[in-house]
């Protein structure tokens, strides 16, 4: 009796030391990858012509895990002395209500055509080029998952709603090879 308890407990001790530095080894690997969602890319709706990758817009690109610092400038400054009261109206904050005339989107480019196709699981924006097509952003809607499968001469978008064998799946495919590029959205 006391020789199965010696084991049952040398046994319990290694698996607890085993699932321990498991833990510890993918914990410390996955610390620091956390990363925010991609940002979708606006799509104009409406009379508007699209918008065009590789064209300067004014506006500076900014990737989604960057984060600016506040600008001094959108803060009340601080009284020099302790329990002394600040006289100085804190600046103004930027609107964040868009202006009444929007600028002029900026001119066709040679490169291709922004299109955006939009499922029940969400939305995939592609450029459309003479003889090739390039993924701009897919995004799922709320509760959806994304799979994105690239290729040499195609580009298959998947939303899922994560029912399982009996789920919703809603795929947008892009194909081309030496053609002009055509678009399928394949809903069930």
């Known amino acids: 009796m006391q020789r199965g308890l010696v084991h049952a407990l040398a046994w319990t001790l290694a ?3 085993a699932v321990t530095l498991s833990w510890w080894g993918v914990h410390t690997v996955m610390t620091g990858t956390a990363y925010d969602p991609p940002r979708a890319v606006p799509v104009l709706v409406g009379s508007a012509p699209p918008q065009h990758l590789g ?9 989604s895990t960057h984060r600016t610092p506040p600008s001094p400038s959108a803060s009340a400054p601080a009284p020099s002395r302790p329990g002394e009261v600040s ?14 005339t929007p600028a002029k989107p900026p001119a066709p ?23 090739s097509a390039k993924l701009v952003s897919a995004t799922p809607e709320p509760g959806w998952s ?6 040499d001469a195609w580009i298959r978008v998947d939303f ?22 055509t678009v399928q959205v394949v809903e069930p």
């Open 15 to 17: 698996t607890g030391a």
């Open 55 to 63: 064209q300067s817009t004014g506006a500076p690109l900014v990737s």
């Open 87 to 100: 006289t100085t109206p804190p600046a103004p904050r930027p609107s964040r209500t868009p202006s009444a």
């Open 109 to 131: 480019s040679a490169s291709g055509t922004v299109r955006s196709y939009r499922t029940d699981g969400g939305r995939v924006v592609f450029e459309l080029g003479a003889r």
């Open 146 to 151: 994304m799979q994105v499968w690239p290729n």
């Open 160 to 181: 899922s709603d994560g029912g399982g064998k009996d789920g919703t799946t809603y795929s947008v495919f892009c194909t081309w090879n030496g053609t002009p590029p």
